[in-house]
T-cell receptor, first 112, second 113 residues
Framework: QQQVKQSPQSLIVQKGGISIINCAYE??????FPWYQQFPGKGPALLIA?????SEKKEGRFTISFNKSAKQFSLHIMDSQPGDSATYFC???????????FGAGTTVTVRA | NAGVTQTPKFRVLKTGQSMTLLCAQD?????MYWYRQDPGMGLRLIHY???????AKGEVPDGYNVSRLKKQNFLLGLESAAPSQTSVYFC????????????FGQGTRLTVV
C-alpha cells in the first residue's frame, strides 16, 4: 500500500490564486519530505524539500508546511501562474533507506 | 550535461515479446532506480540498485528483471510482456548519502498490445 497519501488528485485554480496539495504519512521514521514537479512528457524534478525539524520552508512562490504531530505536510503555490500547470508529487524517505515513497500525484491546472 | 538518459523513448510490444530498457547516467551516482507511472497511482518502484553489481526488488517487481553491470548503466528487462505492463517507465539516479536529490530521465512510454 502507498506509504504516502496525497490529495486532491487534481485541482483547477485561476491565475493569481493559491494551490494547496496535502499529503499524509504513517511511518514516523520518515525524515525527509521532498516535492517533485512533472511537466507533460518530462520526468519529475525536485521542486522543494523539508526536514521535520522545521515547520515551514519557502522558496519563491512555493511553500511547504509540515505538521509532525499530525504526520501531514502540504505544498502551497502562491500567485499561481499558467507555467505552474504540472503534476506534483509528494514523497518521503528516511535516513537508513535508499528509497523514496511517492504519493499518487496531483495535477494542477492554472487557468489564465 | 546529459544527466539521466533513457532509451528508447517509445515502444509498442506484442504480448509475449521481450525487451530491454536502458538507463544511462553521467553523474557518477551510486544509486539507480526504475519506476513505473500509471494514472492515479503515482510512481511505483520496480527495482533499484545501490551500487555496481547489486540489485534489489521494489514494490512491483514481478515480470521484470534488472542488471547493473556498470555503474553508469541500469537495464530493465521485460521477459514476456503483458498488457498490464503498459505504462510510462522512469529511471532515476541519486548520489549516496542521506536524503540526496533524485534525478529522473524523460521516460519511456511502453504499450503492450
Amino acid at each position: 500500500q502507498q506509504q504516502v497519501k496525497q490529495s486532491p488528485q487534481s485541482l483547477i485554480v485561476q491565475k493569481g490564486g493559491i494551490s494547496i496539495i496535502n499529503c499524509a504519512y504513517e511511518n514516523t521514521a520518515f525524515d525527509y519530505f521532498p516535492w517533485y514537479q512533472q511537466f507533460p512528457g518530462k520526468g519529475p524534478a525536485l521542486l522543494i524539500a523539508i526536514r521535520p525539524d522545521v515547520s515551514e520552508k519557502k522558496e519563491g512562490r512555493f511553500t511547504i508546511s509540515f505538521n509532525k504531530s499530525a504526520k501531514q505536510f502540504s505544498l502551497h503555490i502562491m500567485d499561481s501562474q499558467p507555467g505552474d500547470s504540472a503534476t506534483y508529487f509528494c514523497a518521503a524517505s528516511w535516513s537508513n533507506d535508499y528509497k523514496l515513497s511517492f504519493g499518487a500525484g496531483t495535477t494542477v491546472t492554472v487557468r489564465a | 550535461n546529459a544527466g539521466v538518459t533513457q532509451t528508447p523513448k517509445f515502444r509498442v510490444l506484442k504480448t509475449g515479446q521481450s525487451m530491454t530498457l536502458l538507463c544511462a547516467q553521467d553523474m557518477n551516482h551510486e544509486y539507480m532506480y526504475w519506476y513505473r507511472q500509471d494514472p492515479g497511482m503515482g510512481l511505483r518502484l520496480i527495482h533499484y540498485s545501490v551500487g555496481e553489481g547489486t540489485t534489489a526488488k521494489g514494490e512491483v517487481p514481478d515480470g521484470y528483471n534488472v542488471s547493473r553491470l556498470k555503474k553508469q548503466n541500469f537495464l530493465l528487462g521485460l521477459e514476456s510482456a503483458a498488457p498490464s505492463q503498459t505504462s510510462v517507465y522512469f529511471c532515476a539516479s541519486k548520489p549516496s548519502g542521506t536524503n540526496t536529490e533524485a534525478f529522473f530521465g524523460q521516460g519511456t512510454r511502453l504499450t503492450v498490445v
